[in-house]
């Protein structure tokens, strides 16, 4: 059969050139569709650069009804909307995203936080909470549930916290068990005795080397008037949780009293004291000493290891000065310089005050309260 080969030597350079035609006229639509809607963005962004928020949300507006199919350009503008504090405008733009039906999965859920987050920083708890649930099982699920907990924390709603505590440790996040006996605690506060005692026992187990559990199921004990289980609860305590002795030694001195335990209370508050010398615990073995001359002794004691203000106010309050009428206002201008150094200071903010927290009122860290004073800091 005849070929002819002048075909093939003319139609590869003609298809080659149509192929190269084609093409040119693609990228020149592209490039002409490009350059009508990135204008407005880049003006934006040029905007952004230049801490021009108002004209850069303008211009991204502007750039967004243009091109109404730009998720990027929605995402930024809802971002910026939200950290100029326009959370309801966030808010629209954010649902006016997971409205559309082009939204792939990832983007799906990337809007949803990022309207979790609008109504987060709007205060608008509960639709936060809402926004956040959906993101359970999803990319996002590790920035939702740890929002999820300071949300249930901060509505003190204990029994969710709990729940998402679990979730957060099952996925090896952190170690949740002090957290959640404090969960346990917070809710044996408002509960039934019978049931208060269930709660602290569970908080017990969740986490048994902790203070708190221990410390308040004795204080549940003793107001059922039962001294004995307050005491030998305590003394649990301070075996478990050493470093929380300061905290113990008042309340454990009181059950001592009261189920005539002082002998044993004396002995661990002296080992205590002797391992690391801490004004809480000097207080609780003056209470308990029966010599007052001995008891005052401790102060001395004291003042030989530790320069302290306090310990040196509360031994000059016993002691017979020369110009006795003049001893009430000595007396009480040290009480008062004292007084700031007999405080808890919260190790994380700073946060200064009178009583021992769990949970810092300032910052809302948990366990960030040092068993120790301010002077002994
Ligand atoms: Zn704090």
Known sequence: MDFDLSWVLWGLPIAFVLG??????????????????????????????????DQAIDAFIEAVQKDPDTSELHFALGNLFRRRGEYERAVRVHEHLLSRGDLSRADRHRAQYALALDFLKAGLLD?????LRKLEGTAYEGQALPA?????????DWAQASEVAQKLEASGQADFSGRKAHYLCEQAINAAPADAEKLLRQAMKAAPDTARPRLELAALQRRAGDSTAAYKTLSRAAQRAPAAIPLIAKPLVEAAVAAGQQPEALEILHTSYELSPSLDVLEAIVALEREPAEAREWYVKHLKREPSLVAATRWLAGEKLEHEQFHPHVQKALEHAVKPLTRYRCAACGFEAKQHFWQCPGCQAWDSYPARRVEEL
């Open 20 to 53: 190269w035609l084609a093409s040119r006229l693609d990228l020149r639509q592209l490039r002409i569709e490009n350059r009508q809607a990135p204008k407005a963005y880049f003006r934006g962004l040029n905007f952004l650069l230049n801490e021009q928020q």
């Open 127 to 131: 639709r936060a909470e809402e926004a």
């Open 148 to 156: 999820l907990l300071a949300i249930y924390e901060r509505t003190r």
